[in-house]
């Protein structure tokens, strides 16, 4: 199962299924490209690109997706203070 693209409101848009069957998820979203044909093949390398990344969560664990910049907002967002 995988993420498809479509055209809605002149944006390239994505849905779909992906994951096990024992963690599925159901993602939607738009890639905010317009709907040219140069920015299909756009759309289609950023859908690739996110499940690329759910994957690697899955296989690898969240640690292996995390960046410093998501890392820096959790740590703030849990109350600690930067020194």
Same mark, same amino acid.
């Given at each position: 199962?995988? $993420?498809? *693209?479509?055209?809605?409101?002149?944006f #390239?848009? !994505?849905?779909?299924? *992906?994951? &096990? &069957? =024992?963690? %599925?998820? %159901? @993602?939607?979203?738009?890639?905010? $490209?317009?709907d040219?044909?140069?920015?299909?093949?756009?759309? /289609?390398?950023?859908?690739? =690109? *996110?499940?690329? +990344? !759910? #994957? +690697?969560?899955? $296989?690898?664990?969240?640690?292996?997706? @995390?960046?410093f =910049?998501?890392?820096? /907002?959790? !740590? @703030?967002?849990?109350?600690?203070?930067? %020194?």
């Amino acid at each position: 199962m995988s $993420l498809s *693209i479509f055209r809605r409101d002149g944006f #390239w848009h !994505y849905r779909g299924t *992906i994951g &096990p &069957p =024992e963690r %599925r998820a %159901r @993602l939607r979203g738009t890639t905010r $490209l317009s709907d040219t044909k140069k920015n299909k093949a756009a759309a /289609q390398r950023f859908v690739a =690109e *996110i499940e690329v +990344k !759910y #994957w +690697k969560g899955f $296989l690898d664990g969240p640690a292996a997706i @995390l960046t410093f =910049e998501v890392a820096a /907002q959790k !740590y @703030l967002a849990a109350g600690m203070s930067p %020194r």
